[in-house]
Every structure is written in C-alpha cells, then in structure tokens.
C-alpha cells in the first residue's frame, strides 16, 4: 500500500470539502472546518475477491431520504471479510466508475450510521476494493442530500476500521 499516495488522496479530499463550491460542508461550517477524520491506513483492508460481472437492467436502490433510487448494477463481488464470504452488489456510480456501498459494524458509532462507499478497481480480471479509501457519501454532512444506501446484501457484520470516519461538525 502507498501510504503517500493515500495521504495525498485524503488531504485532496479535505480541500475539496474545505474550499470548492460543490463541497456538501454547509456553509457555515466551512470557517471552522479542520479536515475529516480517518482510520489510520492498515494495508489488511484493501481486499480481493471475485468478480462476476451483471448484464442488468437498472435497479431500485433505498435512499437516505426513505425512497429509492434506480442503479445499474454493474455486477457482483465475491469478497471474504473477516473469515465469512459476502456477495456484494457493485454499481455505476454514475460515471461509469464502479462502487459498493457498504455498512458496517462501525457504523453509527465511529463512521456515518448510513454507510459509506468504497470504489472497486481491477476489473475485469479481480476486483480490489481498498477500504483504506472508503469515504462518506454527502448526505454524511447535510442531510439536503439524498444519497443511495447500501442494500441489505452490503451490510457486513464486522467493523470495517478503514476509511473515512463520522462527519462531526465544528462546534
């Protein structure tokens, strides 16, 4: 694992949050912001697994705002965490880029109760999902934002230490 690279990603992320206009930071926590807050990188958390791809129709995915919103879902991994075997359902993020959301058992105490995303690289030949650079999706920070949630099938039963944290906000 790059450490360096990951630090650049991440201090990346905190400009992008800090400074640009499509940041989900309300506005008025911008001034206070101070960076997000991180596991500390574990080369452990960046996994391989099984690929297979799908050749699906969209599908209807819940939301943070209690509706659903309609996914292509590019396919599925085959991913072992913590000595049991999850078949996670990957989709277009919208850009053609493919991702999982996921839950965890960190989430609601130490990372957003609602999941978080964690892009999926290697494909076609493995598919490599590195939850060192799992992040929030924005309705993590301003719940304006209606956000995909990780279906059912994506909820793993361990903690997932990797990644971005809960947003708090500056007080």
């Known amino acids: ?12 992320r905190d400009r992008f949050m800090a400074e640009h206009y499509a940041s989900p930071i309300p506005e008025e ?3 206070a912001f101070t960076g ?6 574990d080369p452990a958390w960046r996994l391989t697994g099984a690929w ?10 819940p939301t943070s705002s209690g509706g659903e919103m309609a996914y292509t879902q590019l396919g599925t991994v085959s991913l ?5 075997t999850y078949l996670l359902a990957v989709y277009d993020d919208g850009d053609g880029g493919p ?7 960190t989430c609601g ?4 109760a609602g999941g978080r995303y964690v892009a999926v ?14 992040h929030n999706p924005f309705c993590a920070y301003d719940e304006d934002f209606v956000c995909p949630l990780p279906p059912s099938a994506n909820w793993l039963a361990c903690a997932v230490p990797a990644g971005e944290m809960d947003y708090r906000p500056p007080s």
């Open 1 to 12: 694992m790059d450490i360096e690279a990951l630090a650049a990603e991440r201090a990346e």
């Open 29 to 31: 926590h911008v001034e």
């Open 36 to 41: 997000l807050r991180w596991f500390d990188p």
């Open 52 to 61: 297979d791809p799908l050749d699906s129709p969209k599908v209807p995915v």
């Open 80 to 84: 072992e965490v913590a000595a049991k």
């Open 99 to 105: 991702f999982v959301p996921f839950r965890d058992a």
């Open 109 to 112: 105490t130490d990372s957003y």
């Open 121 to 134: 690289s290697g494909l076609p030949d493995e598919a490599i999902l590195d939850f060192n650079r799992a």
